[in-house]
């Protein structure tokens, strides 16, 4: 039966089955040798050691079985480490055996008495215990202490590189176990486990060192390292992860996919291959990530763990940054929400949903988002300084600093401080700002002067120098910022900035290489590239300008509408049209309309570009700027066709003062270079009346003592031709006056634009014909000679200037000199005084009225104002003085534009002494009044002008226009009557001219 239950003892999980039936005979036959000694072995196999121990004992205390007892107990403490377990069991077995100490027994006995008084055995017990118990970083110390008295001791080399890796150590580890294999023994039951051990640890450093090659971003070197990983382990999921993860780095999608489903396959829970696809699929799109998501399994998304919301947040909120950079801020305050809703203690995606709810138009919206942040986290100082932020961001300064007040100071991070200074010095320059446009420059600077040393005032101070033209102060406030940041790009710039300013462009250039542009040296605001390009520009060099505005574009398209792209985008248009590319210019101001808010969509049609660049009430300083230079462009660009008919009636003598006067012009408009060219003709009739019937002695040629028969009606026609450009700068057209006058000749004039500070001024020379009577404009016949004579020019120069900030004060003023020549008449000389100021009573966008006063001096070398033959038929008295009261009402609304005007006047008038006939060589000989004289004289009186101007847009390409002016002032009565239709070839549908622009005949061009 013993025999049996031995056998049946090695079948597998009946061991415990033949112990309990071998106990059980024990019991029934006590004392047999034999079975106790097979039962003894079994239950040492079966770890029951005590069992053992205690059935040994009981052999022992019999005779028969006592040295069969003694031999398997001592092969057993034999098998076991040297401890105070092992000591004991010795104890046990010497008393057993009769307390005889001289036998093998009792010399084991005495020799692990010695080694457990040993300090360093004692310390290898310790290590080893301390390993079985998982503790490897308590075991280290021990064991190495234990390792310097027994440097062979395999057991311990083996358990310190078991310590060493569950600590990390793993090439310590590796090291260690393969000195341990190498003085075990062969039949050590230790070689395998630390082989396999040896094994993992190889497999886990070179994960490791994978890991941080690819951190290093050496992919190469990381995949070598995770193939090595492979070849150790093929069924792990980790080699084939870091694999995927190489790929992934790479760009090379499709073998990273392959990796991690291998990774996957080993492994279908890996958190780690499962992120890794994530991250794949995200690069791919998030709504395949997202879809890759909702296909996994539980048990997947539950090796997750709580990342999955926060993975799902991440992949909505990279889908709603897809919408954002196409303004789609709608939508993607929707796709944000839905993030928020997994991850409600976001407090970063919590200020971008309401930064673009507040874009989509729904402020509301967006301080509800914050409200129940607010109120889920209120002492959170994360959420105190971004909520902070946000009002900031929507010029709510004041309440910003009331929220981070709410926090006590002790919870503050380094970041609120910062804000809450900022916030605080932002108050103060506001309020120096106010004072500032109301007029206070020294009550502003005061403000910033009596705060303590900031670079932030002191960049102001320095800009405000600048806009004020001091541009010696504005270099002495950049240069003491620099000397405290010499790293400031604000100061270096504003420095350039002022050098320039002061027209000293060679040492701006020189500096213009050492500032950040941005673009290579690292990030820069899009308003301090704007201001280096615009640097760049303004000391020659279009093309290094051209190029930061190149590059900044995309990044200014890119953002949301902020007045910082809008206003990079302006001036880069600016550039464009300087470097005579107009249609790259117009594209960048509709991008810039987008960027500033003015649209949703940056316009591509004419119709809606042009109808943007209409100026509303409550633009700003910039919107109304590209407002304006979008439509200058355009306008520049566009070509117009315009027909104009014009009448003049002006009452006096019929025959030569009682003037009738038609002039149709057709005139077309182009672009042309970076101006426009213009192409002029006039038709022109005159009628003066006429002498009656018979012969008539009329003070006209030759007529007045000896009579003329012909030439009763004194009219004329024709048409004169004109050419011309013009630009901001620059403006000239040559031309004829009528062809089919009697006096046919060229005319024509040119002249230049500029600013002297706040001053406009024009300066021009100019040949141009007096058109106020048939003589002067186009001369005449004497019935008697057959002389012709008349036509009449002015050739001089004039100097104009004004003064207009856009405030309701104006000033303007004129002077000119002109040599007054024509053929048969007497040369004269002339000089004009002329100025007037103007009060604007109301100053709208759309609505301007203004009263002012006007004051004119001439002074005429001669009288030449009669017919006779030799004078010239124009007014020209030797003084005049005039004063006048000016007041003019005009408005426009979407498809109209008028004006209302008038004034009252005095005037005073002197006249010298003056030949009737001033060239005697033109007279016959016995004219009878060929000496006479004509009475010079005084005359003062008051005038009233009326003036009516009013337009009508009929669509984009039609334009209809009136207008009626009445002069009525002593002696002097010309009125006018006009109607007129303007074609625009690319349509205009921004506002209309206020006041109306008539085409002005040519021979009254200045």
């Known amino acids: 039966a013993v025999e049996y239950w031995r056998l049946v003892a090695r079948l597998s999980e009946q061991g415990s089955l033949a112990i309990s039936r071998l106990q059980a005979l024990d019991r029934r036959y006590p004392g047999n040798g034999n079975l106790r000694a ?31 007892a003694v031999d398997l107990w001592l092969a057993q403490i034999k098998r076991m480490p040297v401890s105070e377990q092992s000591l004991a069991q010795l104890e046990r077995l010497v008393a057993a055996s009769g307390g005889n100490g001289e036998g093998q027994a009792g010399e084991l006995l005495r020799q692990q008495q010695t080694l457990l008084a040993d300090p360093a055995f004692r310390a290898r017990l310790r290590g080893l215990a301390l390993v079985e118990q998982g503790q490897g970083a308590a075991a280290i110390p021990p064991l190495k202490q234990a390792l310097a008295a027994y440097p062979e001791d395999a057991s311990l080399l083996g358990a310190l590189a078991q310590a060493y890796g569950r600590e990390g150590n793993r090439s310590k580890a590796i090291s260690l176990f393969e000195r341990a294999l190498q003085r075990a023994d062969p039949d050590s039951s230790e070689r395998s486990k630390w082989q396999s051990l040896l094994q993992s640890n190889l497999y886990w450093l070179l994960i490791q060192q994978g890991g941080q090659a690819l951190q290093a971003r050496q992919p190469g070197r990381a995949q070598e390292y995770y193939r090595q990983a492979q070849v150790l382990d093929d069924s792990d999921a980790y080699a084939w992860l870091g ?66 919301p926060q993975l799902r947040s991440e992949l909505l909120q990279q889908q709603a940054e897809r919408l954002e950079q196409g303004q789609q801020w709608q939508a993607a305050a929707d796709m944000l929400s839905r993030a928020r809703q997994l991850t409600p203690d976001n407090v970063w995606l919590t200020y971008r949903l309401a930064s673009d709810w507040r874009k989509a138009g729904q402020p509301d919206r967006a301080d509800q988002a914050f409200a129940e942040l607010v109120s889920r986290r209120p002492d959170d100082p994360e959420q105190v300084y971004a909520y902070a932020l946000y009002l900031s961001s929507s010029e709510r300064e004041e309440a910003a600093l009331a929220h981070l007040n709410r926090l006590p100071s002790a919870r503050r991070i380094t970041d609120i401080d910062e804000l809450a200074r900022r916030l605080e010095q932002d108050q103060l320059l506001a309020e120096a700002r106010r004072l500032r446009e109301q007029g206070d420059q020294d009550g502003a600077t005061a403000i910033l002067l009596a705060q303590p040393g900031s670079t932030r005032i002191d960049l102001t101070l320095a800009d405000w120098a600048l ?85 900044a574009r995309s990044q200014a398209r890119q953002q949301a509408p902020s007045q910082e792209s809008a206003l990079l985008l302006r001036d880069a248009a600016r550039l464009a049209r300087h470097k005579g590319q107009p249609q790259r210019a117009l594209y960048d101001y509709s991008q810039a309309m987008a960027a500033g808010e003015l ?37 520049q660009m566009d070509t117009t066709i315009t027909l104009d008919h014009d009448y003049l009636r002006s009452s006096g003598t019929g025959g030569y003062s009682d003037l009738a006067a038609h002039t149709s012009m057709l005139e077309l408009e182009t672009p042309m270079f970076d101006g426009r060219a213009f192409f002029r003709a006039d038709m022109v009739q005159m009628d003066a009346g006429s002498f009656g019937g018979g012969v008539y002695n009329e003070t006209f040629g030759t007529c007045r003592e000896v009579g003329c028969s012909t030439y009763h009606v004194q009219s004329t026609a024709g048409g004169s031709v004109g050419v011309g450009w013009r630009d901001e700068r620059l403006q000239g057209d040559i031309g004829t006056t009528p062809l089919g006058f009697e006096v046919v000749d060229w005319v024509g004039g040119l002249g230049y634009s500029g600013d002297w500070r706040d001053i406009g001024w024009t300066l021009s020379a100019s040949r141009r014909p007096m058109a106020s009577s048939l003589l002067a404009f186009g001369g005449s016949r004497d019935p008697n000679t057959g002389i012709i004579w008349g036509g009449v020019r002015a050739i001089g120069i004039s100097l104009s200037g004004s003064y207009d900030q856009g405030g309701a004060h104006g000033l303007w003023g004129n002077i000119d000199t002109s040599l007054l020549t024509g053929e048969n008449v007497e040369d004269n000389h002339r000089v004009r005084l002329m100025g007037g100021y103007y009060y604007k009573l109301v100053n709208q966008a759309h609505r301007r009225i203004s009263v002012g006063v006007n004051s004119m001096w001439w002074q005429y070398q001669k009288d030449l104002s009669g017919y006779s033959l030799g004078q010239g038929g124009y007014y020209s008295p030797q003084q005049y003085q005039s004063l006048a009261l000016p007041v003019s009402y005009r408005q426009r609304t979407d498809n109209w534009s008028w004006e209302l005007g008038g004034s009252v006047s005095w005037s005073r008038a002197v006249t010298e002494d003056q030949r009737r006939y001033p060239l005697a060589g033109l007279i016959p000989d016995g004219l009878p ?25 009929l669509n984009a390409h039609w334009t209809l226009g009136a207008g009626i002016d009445i002069q009525q002032a002593r002696d002097y009565t010309p009125s006018h009557g006009l109607l007129y239709l303007r074609y625009s070839l690319g349509g205009w549908q921004g506002d209309l001219d206020l006041p109306p622009q008539p085409l002005t005949p040519y021979a009254e061009f200045k």
């Open 599 to 635: 649209a949703d969509h940056p316009p591509t049609e004419n119709d809606d570009l042009t109808r943007l660049t209409r100026v509303e009430t409550d633009d700003d300083w910039l919107t109304r700027s590209i407002r304006a230079d979008a439509a200058s462009l355009y306008r």
């Open 467 to 551: 806009e004020e033209g001091d541009h010696e102060r504005a270099l002495t406030g950049y240069r003491q910022v620099q000397q405290r940041e010499p790293e400031s790009d604000e100061a270096r710039l504003g420095e350039v900035e002022a050098l320039i300013a002061g027209g000293n462009l060679v040492q701006a250039r020189r500096q213009l290489p050492g500032l950040n542009t941005g673009i290579e040296q690292g990030p820069l605001s899009l308003n301090s590239v704007r201001r280096t390009a615009n640097a760049w520009a303004a000391v020659g060099e279009w093309q290094r300008a051209g190029q930061l505005f190149q590059d």
């Open 243 to 308: 694999l995927g993860e190489v790929a992934l780095a790479r760009g090379q999608a499709e073998q990273a996919e392959h990796h991690f489903r291998q990774a996957l396959r080993r492994d279908p829970v890996n958190a780690g291959a499962l992120r890794g696809m994530l991250a794949l699929y995200r690069q791919q799109s998030p709504a395949r990530a997202l879809n890759y998501l909702d296909r996994l399994p539980r048990r997947q998304l539950q090796a997750l763990g709580d990342s999955e």
């Open 38 to 68: 097979v039962l003894v072995g079994l239950l040492f196999d079966a770890n029951r050691a005590e069992q053992g121990f205690v059935l040994l004992q009981l052999m022992a205390a019999e005779p028969a079985t006592r040295l069969q």
């Open 929 to 953: 009044d060929a000496n006479a004289i004509e009475r010079g004289g005084s005359s003062s009186g008051f005038g009233y002008t009326l003036l009516t101007l009013v337009e009508r847009r």
